[in-house]
T-cell receptor, first 111, second 113 residues
């Protein structure tokens, strides 16, 4: 069964703190995506990771991919309130073009 | 670029009625995807097209759901007859190749009474 699991599901963190969201997937893949969704809004693409060891950074967010461990991480550095949203990872299994989404991690950053 | 366009943005209908959701992908994108999002089931892929041809419809819940893509700039998702459990946000997304991100439309919030 194609499965993408994220943890934690909910994350409440103080501004200025660091934290990591984990994304495990069940089948081999060389394509991993991270999306952000604000409440009541659509999904916005954050990162595309296309190879083992890939690392991408944008502002306070950094994503990495370990295809051997079937694991991707999204690291948050010195969180700010504007990062409050739900973050999804999504995987494309080999030989398909479809995205399998994780459960999402709802992040809330408070002062 | 206008992005992916979906209509209507909100739809309220009664059980048993036919519902048609519409999507215009980004020009030049040859992949189109339909997703459904609910609190209980999260984001689910319903069907996707490549060059207007349906490739995988294994996520379509049952025969009440159908999707078409008559040309590169238009797709529809139809539910007939609709049921309360179809209430969800339906997203359309498009991408240029299979290695680039999918760009999502604003979604259609469907409520079936």
């Amino acid at each position: 069964e194609l499965k993408v699991e994220q943890n934690p599901l909910f994350l409440s963190m103080q501004e200025g703190k660091n934290y990591t969201i984990y994304c495990n997937y069940s089948t081999t893949s060389d394509r991993l995506y991270w999306y952000r969704q604000d409440p009541g809004k659509s999904l916005e693409s954050l990162f595309v990771l296309l190879s083992n060891g890939a690392v991408k950074q944008e502002g306070r967010l950094m994503a990495s991919l370990d295809t051997k461990a079937r694991l991707s991480t999204l690291h948050i550095t010195a969180a700010v309130h504007d990062l409050s949203a739900t973050y999804f990872c999504a995987q494309t299994p080999y030989n398909t073009d479809k995205l399998i989404f994780g459960t999402g991690t709802r992040l809330q950053v408070f002062p | 670029d206008a992005g992916v366009i979906q209509s209507p943005r909100h739809e309220v209908t009664e059980m048993g009625q036919e519902v048609t959701l519409r999507c215009k992908p980004i020009s030049g994108h040859d992949y189109l995807f339909w997703y459904r999002q609910t609190m209980m089931r999260g984001l689910e892929l319903l069907i996707y097209f490549n060059n207007n041809v349906p490739i995988d419809d294994s996520g379509m819940p049952e025969d009440r759901f159908s999707a078409k893509m008559p040309n590169a700039s238009f797709s529809t998702l139809k539910i007939q007859p609709s049921e309360p459990r179809d209430s969800a946000v339906y997203f359309c997304a498009s991408s240029r190749t299979d290695r680039l991100p999918q760009y999502f439309g604003p979604g259609t919030r469907l409520t079936v009474l």
